[in-house]
Nanobody, 126 residues
């Protein structure tokens, strides 16, 4: 699965953005998807994940209650709705697909994901 994230930009603290991740390939709907982010000088970290069916999601504590992940398998797209943004959310955001098909539980381990695209930059000003 090849992926491309989009939707980033500059927003003031407290604002919202919606990221999209478009996938190619007929098997997109078979895989759990994850959003990760990487701030300057920091390691890439898990943000949110969703199983192949969309029935199960998981969030990092830092974004729980503010971010919502969803997917539309008919459009081969996964979304990340980000509300109440904070300056510490500033990072390049990446989407990726779990390498294992049909898993029922989201993994936070980035080494289990592949298909990383270029990422999209989110900048939150204070």
């Amino acid at each position: 699965v090849q992926l491309q994230a989009s939707g980033g930009g500059l927003v003031q603290a407290g604002g919202s953005l919606r990221l999209s991740c478009a996938g190619s390939g007929r098997t997109f709907s078979s895989y759990a998807m994850g959003w990760f982010r990487q701030a300057p000088g920091k390691e890439r970290e898990f943000v949110a994940g969703i199983t192949w069916s969309g029935k199960s999601t998981y969030y990092a504590d830092s974004v729980k209650g503010r971010f919502t992940i969803s997917r539309d398998n008919a459009k081969n797209t996964v979304y990340l709705q980000m509300n109440s943004l904070k300056p510490e959310d500033t990072a390049v955001y990446y989407c990726a697909a779990d390498t294992r098909a049909w898993v029922l539980v989201v993994t936070t381990n980035r080494h289990e994901y592949a298909g990383w695209g270029q990422g999209t930059l989110v900048t939150v000003s204070s």
